[in-house]
Every structure is written in C-alpha cells, then in structure tokens.
C-alpha cells in the first residue's frame, strides 16, 4: 500500500510569496495528482503528471521519480489562492488514489 | 449535466437507520469513483465503478455499505444501520476512462452525513 506525505500540513504566507508545497510517497506510481480543496468541500483537479513539470497559469507541479517526490509551487501567492491543496497517486494495476492529508495554505493580503 | 452532482449535500440521521447518496456524474463519462473524507483527512478510497460493474469495491469498509450503478450513469451509496463512525464528506468523482487512460477526474460537492 502506498504510503502519501505531504509537507507542511500548514502554511501562512504573505500575499506575492512563492510557495511550495512538498508531497512523497513510497511504492512507485503510475501518475500524481494535486488537488485543490476549498471549505465546503469542493475539490478540483489542478495537475495530473506521471514526470517533468506542468504548468498553468501560476502553478507550477514537478515530479521526480526516482526520488518519489513532487512539488507544487505558487508564483505570486494571493489570498484567493487560500485553500487545503492535496497530492494523491494511483498504483500501477489499480484505479484507486492514495490520498495525503492535505497542506492548509493561507495567504494575508 | 455541467458537473457532478451530489445529493443531499447534508444529511443527519440517527444511529441505526439507512441512508441512500446520490451521484449524477459528468455525461459521457464511464469511470466513477466514491470517496469518504472524515475531518482533517485526506479522502480514502470507497468503491471504483467502470460502466455498471464495482470494478473495485476493496475499499468498502464493510457489509453495510454498498454501491449501485445499474445503468452506467447514476450511483447510488447504500449505507445500512448507520453507525456515529460513519459521519464523513463522501465524495463522487468521475472521468472520461478508467484512470490509467489519463482523462482528468472530477469532484462533486459532497454529501456530508453526520449520523447523531
């Protein structure tokens, strides 16, 4: 089973920050997610990759394989982007995500 | 329909009784997913639906849940004599293909069911 951690589980920063958020995980994957979660509940898909790098808009996700790590960076962090971010993998063989707990970001204005 | 729809979006009931929750997923899309999400959790995987077959129902935590999905469309999560353990965010997912052909998942709402 694999086993999803994610780092920091919380994180404030000031409205312009660049921000990373970390995820790492144990068995090798066929692709990671990162997922975005506002309260209330809704989640939204923001990258698939299974390697290199993605890029939309201000967000920014790499994946290293061989280290079995990924991150998610924000350029220009604003308060809108204020929400609990979720990095999640799928084995290979099997539909299901293993999900990691979830970052809790903050940005002040 | 424009995205997965959940229903009810709350429901309390009281310990015992038997629950239903709705799925309606994105048209056209035969993958579907159910999740469950208790406070400051990560999801954790329900039961993977590809068409009408439970293709992988491994994450159902026991017998008193059960999932349909009769005509590839609509799901329904059939939960019996509900317990306090079972107050969670379940979660409804969709996508295009199974999750290997790449096709981007997505979320409903939720339904949060609080059982008193």
């Known amino acids: 089973k694999n086993e999803v951690e994610q780092s920091p589980q919380n994180l404030t920063a000031q409205e312009g920050e660049f921000i990373t958020i970390n995820c790492s995980y144990s068995?090798?994957?066929?692709?990671l997610h990162w997922l975005q979660q506002h309260p209330g509940g809704g989640i939204v898909s923001l990258f698939m990759?299974?390697?290199g790098k993605k890029k939309h808009g201000r967000l920014i996700a790499t994946i290293n394989i061989q280290e079995k790590h990924s991150s998610l960076h924000i350029t220009a962090s604003h308060p809108r982007d204020s929400a609990v971010y979720i990095c999640?993998?799928?084995?290979?063989?099997?539909?299901?995500?293993?999900f990691g707990t979830g970052t809790r970001l903050t940005i002040i204005p | 329909g424009a995205g997965v729809s959940q229903t009810p979006s709350n429901k309390v009931t009281e310990k015992g009784k038997y629950v239903e929750l709705r799925c309606d997923p994105i048209?056209?899309?035969?993958?579907l997913y159910w999740y469950r999400q208790s406070l400051g959790q990560g999801p954790e995987f329900l039961i993977y639906?590809?068409?009408?077959?439970?293709?992988?129902d491994s994450g159902l935590p026991n017998d008193r849940f059960f999932a349909v999905r009769p005509e590839g469309s609509v799901s329904t999560l059939k939960i019996q004599r509900t317990e306090r353990g079972d107050s969670a965010v379940y979660l409804c997912?969709?996508?295009?293909?199974?999750?290997?052909?790449?096709?981007?998942?997505?979320f409903g709402e939720g339904s949060r069911l609080t059982v008193l």
């Open positions: 997912a969709s996508r295009r293909q199974g999750l290997l052909n790449t096709g981007e998942l997505f």
């Open positions: 068995v090798g994957i066929s692709a």
């Open positions: 990759l299974s390697s």
């Open positions: 999640a993998v799928s084995d290979f063989g099997n539909e299901k995500l293993t």
């Open positions: 048209s056209g899309h035969t993958a």
């Open positions: 639906f590809q068409g009408t077959g439970a293709a992988d």
